[in-house]
T-cell receptor
Framework: EDQVTQSPEALRLQEGESSSLNCSYT??????LFWYRQDPGKGPEFLFT???AGEEKEKERLKATLTKKESFLHITAPKPEDSATYLC???????????FGAGTQVVVTP | DVKVTQSSRYLVKRTGEKVFLECVQD?????MFWYRQDPGLGLRLIYF???????EKGDIPEGYSVSREKKERFSLILESASTNQTSMYLC??????????????FGAGTRLSVL
């Protein structure tokens, strides 16, 4: 059975304190790994797609990387507006079904 | 920009009521999905549809049904609402491709409380 595990469950950072979130997965035939950001009371917002081991994507203070067993979301010098829950999901079939992790809640304090 | 619109942000219903959650997307996407999101459990797939009139069960379809009469509209139906269906419901859509690029775009969610 496909599984996606995110750690830590919650992360509290000082503004400017860089850190990383982890997404480990077991899936047969990975087609893609997705990172989403979700603000309280809102739907997830797409951030990145990664396809193959070694791939990296960047957007502002966020950088996502992928290995054969896990993905990391690095937050460099975070600001309070980076506070959100970050969700990881994997796609293993062609119809776009995603298996989501439970998310990491990030709080960045000034 | 892709827009996925869910008809209600908040709903309060009574046990046993029939509940309709509506979702409309404006990007001519083939695929549409319904999830529920509960604390600590993440997003769980209820039903999905990859074409008009076509529907497939997800991981937790019990107690739910869906309707897709038009490409842009996907409805989730709770035939007889129960308190354990109190949750945040999220609708998503994506394009149909043969590659891994199947980005799902989400609506804002409907927070349903069943009393």
């Amino acid at each position: 059975e496909d599984q996606v595990t995110q750690s830590p469950e919650a992360l509290r950072l000082q503004e400017g304190e860089s850190s990383s979130l982890n997404c480990s997965y077991t899936v047969s035939g990975l087609r893609g790994l997705f990172w989403y950001r979700q603000d309280p009371g809102k739907g997830p917002e797409f951030l990145f797609t990664l396809y193959s081991a070694g791939e990296e994507k960047e957007k502002e203070r966020l950088k996502a990387t992928l290995t054969k067993k896990e993905s990391f979301l690095h937050i460099t010098a975070p600001k309070p507006e980076d506070s959100a829950t970050y969700l990881c999901a994997v796609q293993a079939d062609s119809w776009g079904k995603l298996q989501f992790g439970a998310g990491t809640q990030v709080v960045v304090t000034p | 920009d892709v827009k996925v619109t869910q008809s209600s942000r908040y709903l309060v219903k009574r046990t046993g009521e029939k509940v309709f959650l509506e979702c409309v997307q404006d990007m001519d996407h083939e695929n549409m999905f319904w999830y529920r999101q509960d604390p600590g459990l993440g997003l769980r797939l209820i039903y999905f549809s990859y074409d008009v009139k076509m529907k497939e069960k997800g991981d937790i379809p019990e107690g739910y049904s869906v309707s897709r009469e038009k490409k842009e509209r996907f409805s989730l139906i709770l035939e007889s609402a129960s308190t354990n269906q109190t949750s945040m419901y999220l609708c998503a859509s994506s394009d149909l491709t043969g590659t891994a690029l199947n980005i799902q775009y989400f609506g804002a969610g409907t927070r349903l409380s069943v009393l």
